[in-house]
């Protein structure tokens, strides 16, 4: 995540250089590791946000983290995992549309619902709609056929994060 923090700074500092320059003083911007015409340039940056796999990787972190916030009942925690998870897939579906309408269910229903468990801060709920939540990333996995593999319920705690 740092290093992707970076290359976006790294990215903006190049647009607004290149947006300040005018055409008749206008010199390519040579990066270090990203060479080329800018054609060349931009396939090179796309390249590495990739596609969703990236997504799902920033997804699996934040799973687990809402997971274990509703365990312990820390509500705003929850809160802000499931809207960096709303978001990481939002982003991932820009790179690659062709994916939305796997997600819609998952954008549509499932995360409204688990907002509102975590809203009403009520753990029974949020327990049954974290199990919703699991089921409908796995069906979307055998929508969009990638490798077989079923999303499970946490059981190890990664995380050094705990309520106060």
Not at 16 to 23: A, G, M, Q, R
Not at 73 to 101: C, H, S, T
Request: net charge positive; charged share 30%; with cysteine.
């Amino acid at each position: 995540m740092k290093h992707l923090l970076k290359f976006l700074r790294l990215i903006t500092t190049i647009f607004v250089l290149t947006s300040c320059n005018s055409k008749d003083t206008y010199k390519p911007i040579q990066g270090k590791w990203i060479k080329g015409t800018e054609q060349e340039k931009l396939q090179t940056i796309e390249s590495q946000f990739r596609g969703f796999d990236k997504t799902m990787v920033e997804v699996g972190y934040r799973y687990q983290e809402l997971y274990w916030a509703g365990q312990d009942e820390n509500w705003d925690y929850a809160n802000y995992q499931l809207q960096k998870i709303n978001k990481a897939i939002k982003l991932g579906l820009q790179r690659r549309p062709k994916r939305a309408v796997s997600a819609e269910n998952f954008l549509n229903y499932v995360i409204p619902e688990v907002k509102k468990s975590i809203k009403a801060k009520n753990k029974v709920d949020f327990d049954n709609n974290f199990k919703m939540m699991r089921t409908n990333c796995s069906s979307c996995h055998m929508a969009e056929r990638v490798p077989s593999f079923t999303v499970q319920i946490p059981t190890d705690r990664q995380s050094p994060i705990r309520k106060e």
